[in-house]
């Protein structure tokens, strides 16, 4: 006999009803985003820094790249959010504009000039963000089309990371091919898997156990070690570190918050992805997503 208590079935209910209202959207989502392969790769960064933070090998890269900030907009002024706060701003619209300018040093050190859409930031609206076709709407607007997308794995289970990772797995399903990059400084609260970074294992410190638990959603990713691990060389890192150092409002609490690791070249040096698979399929272009400047 199943005993559950009265005051969970609302919940559950409601857990359910959210579940079909998803499939429902999913099933009729149709993005206007053209898969070209003559295009450049296109970058979903949720936050104004993820794009650097996990993606460098990318951005640096000699390819053609297209970077969009998702959760971009900035909120009304007179109110100061709680991060906001930790990060000693006065006021969340004025961070929000700083963030927007670090952005763009951070990134133009790259090479690059990164586009933002106008959906606010989870801390700075009520969930659960913006559908999926709204998403794809505004995208479009800037971008006709891409050779490939790279979106967060959602490890750590950030909703700006889930929603820009749920809309590039039903890309994959439209037939662009879709690379997923696991998300710093979230991924590394244990530290990298030994896979990753090449220590010896410990049988008391199992990472692929918490990886794992963001991941049940996916089912077009592949086994966890099938990644793409990129280690950047000793210039290629000291570069990525004053790109993230850019992000001043922002790093001071990142890097304390995750124990001084993100200034550790054995923690930023290393960048891990992988080639999601179309339902029924192989990877689109697997070897299309792989860039090396290993040294």
């Known amino acids: 006999m199943n005993l559950t208590r009265p005051q969970s079935i609302?919940?559950?209910l409601y857990r359910r009803s959210r579940a079909r209202r998803s499939s429902r959207e999913e099933e009729r989502f149709a993005t206007l985003l053209q898969c070209d392969p003559?295009?450049?790769?296109l970058v979903l960064s949720p936050h104004w820094d993820d794009a650097v933070l996990d993606r460098w090998s990318v951005l640096s890269a000699d390819a053609d790249v297209t970077v969009v900030n998702v959760c971009a907009g900035v909120p009304e002024p007179g109110r100061l959010t709680l991060w906001d706060d930790?990060?000693?701003?006065?006021d969340s619209a004025q961070r929000a504009r700083e963030r927007l300018s670090e952005d763009a040093q951070a990134l133009a050190l790259a090479g690059r000039t990164p586009l933002s859409l106008p959906f606010l930031d989870v801390q700075y609206r009520r969930p659960p963000g913006p559908g999926l076709q709204e998403l794809d709407r505004a995208l479009t607007q800037q971008v006709a089309g891409a050779s490939r997308v790279h979106v967060p794995a959602g490890l750590g289970?950030?909703?700006d990371h889930l929603l820009t990772r749920r809309y590039g797995r039903m890309l994959l399903r439209s037939g662009i091919p879709v690379s997923m990059y696991a998300d710093l400084p979230y991924c590394i609260l244990h530290g990298w898997p030994h896979w990753v970074d090449g220590r010896e294992p410990d049988p008391h410190r199992n990472v692929d156990a918490f990886w794992r638990s963001f991941l049940a959603d996916v089912p077009?990713?592949?086994t966890l070690r099938s990644a793409h691990v990129e280690r950047l060389s000793a210039e290629?890192?000291?570069?990525?570190?004053?790109?993230?150092?850019?992000?001043?409002?922002q790093f001071p609490a990142l890097d304390y918050g995750a124990r001084g690791l993100l200034c550790d070249p054995a923690i930023h040096a290393f960048e891990v992805s992988w080639e999601l698979e179309a339902?029924?399929?192989s990877p689109h272009g697997a070897a299309a997503g792989a860039?090396?400047?290993s040294s």
């Open 10 to 12: 609302p919940r559950e």
């Open 38 to 41: 003559r295009a450049p790769e």
């Open 86 to 90: 930790i990060t000693g701003a006065q």
């Open 157 to 159: 289970g950030h909703p």
């Open 220 to 222: 077009e990713m592949g």
């Open 236 to 249: 290629a890192a000291a570069a990525k570190l004053a790109a993230m150092r850019s992000y001043r409002t």
């Open 279 to 281: 339902p029924g399929g």
């Open 291 to 293: 860039h090396s400047i």
